[in-house]
């Protein structure tokens, strides 16, 4: 049996988040959810939880497969997590691909200095 392993510290040797700081920000700040509940960085995981992480504008899910307290290379992190987000949740990433960002035109949105100064001065005159 292999020792307890903090949720925060998994998330991190699984390679779920890039370091241990950002999976603790991320469990405190209530995106990482064990059984639909937000847990705290020190929850236990134990074989077989599925742990939600919210990363916006997708909610991922892994089960835990073994329990890992040290980073791993990234060809291993299969042996110890499945990912089993829903085709729904993935399918939003596809979405926001394909949508891109269109350029808008010049003079609608938000107003420029020069449209700025030009008003005050409109207004200014007495």
Known sequence: ???PVRVDKWLWAVRVFKTRSMATDAVKKGRVFIDDMAVKPSRVVKIGDIIK????PVTYSYKV???AGKRM???LVGEYMEDVTPKEELEVLEIQKHMGWFQRERGTGRPTKKDRRDLD???ETE
């Open 121 to 123: 001065d409109f207004f």
């Open 65 to 67: 497969l073994q329990l």
């Open 73 to 75: 290379g990234a060809k």
């Open 1 to 3: 049996m292999s020792d």
């Open 53 to 56: 992480v919210r990363k916006s």
